[in-house]
């Protein structure tokens, strides 16, 4: 059961446009959502992160955007750049699950931005 | 952001042997460390969760003994992959939790066993 997807596997943008990049999840109990950048061979890095209790959340040329009723967040990286171009992964926690499991990240399975020049 | 290495960044090992992957954090106190695993254009699966001074809590499908963890410290956690076998090559990547609830990610160690 893929509670956290990413729908789009591959994105494409012109550079200076803005990207938007896509995660739906199922788990309602999910409070806690973050948005990684990845890139071949590497650990993720982590991007920007929003809580529950918020819609929006921004850092410089990244926002994010969350609408709990539609169980959708957004990252939004305006203008783009080609050193943007990674795999980005959104992941979602449940902040209190309780038991062994607590704070364990879900992970979508990340879809591949690529901005040209 | 926080900190956080892997070492080796690559190993090539024989079947049969074992190899031992340290994750530490660099810059803070992380007194829970994940590990996780990522097949060719897969998500990361989450293998195991560590907490200092306890047992890891392994999921579904991942072998305990197969796959030796120990947090030893605030900031060290190791994965030790026993008796390995070319299934067993991937790349493996640890995370650290900071208190401010923010997973940090090293940047991985490719494993190949031939």
């Known amino acids: 059961d893929q509670q956290v997807k990413q729908n789009s596997p591959s994105l494409s943008v012109q550079e200076g446009r803005i990207s938007i990049l896509n995660c739906d999840y199922t788990n309602s109990m999910f409070d806690y959502f973050l948005w990684y950048k990845k890139y071949p061979a590497e650990g993720p890095t982590f991007l920007i992160s929003i809580s529950s209790i918020k819609d929006k959340n921004e850092d410089g040329r990244f926002t994010v955007f969350l609408n709990k009723s539609a169980k959708h967040l957004s990252l939004h990286i305006v203008p783009s750049q080609p050193g943007d171009s990674a795999v980005y992964f959104c992941a979602a926690r449940i902040s209190n699950a309780g038991g062994t499991s607590y704070g364990k990240l879900t992970f979508g399975q990340g879809t591949i931005l690529t901005v040209h020049p | 952001g926080a900190v956080v290495s892997q070492h080796p960044s690559r190993v090539i090992c024989k079947s049969g042997t074992s190899v031992k992957i340290e994750c530490r954090s660099l810059?803070?106190?992380?007194?829970?460390m994940f590990w996780y695993r990522q097949f060719p254009k897969q998500s990361l699966m989450l293998m195991a969760t560590s907490n200092e001074g306890s047992k890891a809590t392994y999921e579904q499908g991942v072998e305990k003994d197969k796959f030796l963890i120990n947090h030893a410290s605030l900031t060290l956690s190791t994965l030790t992959v026993t008796s390995a076998h070319p299934e067993d090559s991937s790349f493996y990547i640890c995370?650290?939790?900071?208190?401010?609830?923010?997973?940090?990610f090293g940047p991985g160690t490719r494993l190949t066993v031939l």
């Open positions: 810059d803070f106190q992380a007194t829970t």
């Open positions: 995370s650290a939790r900071s208190t401010g609830g923010v997973q940090f």
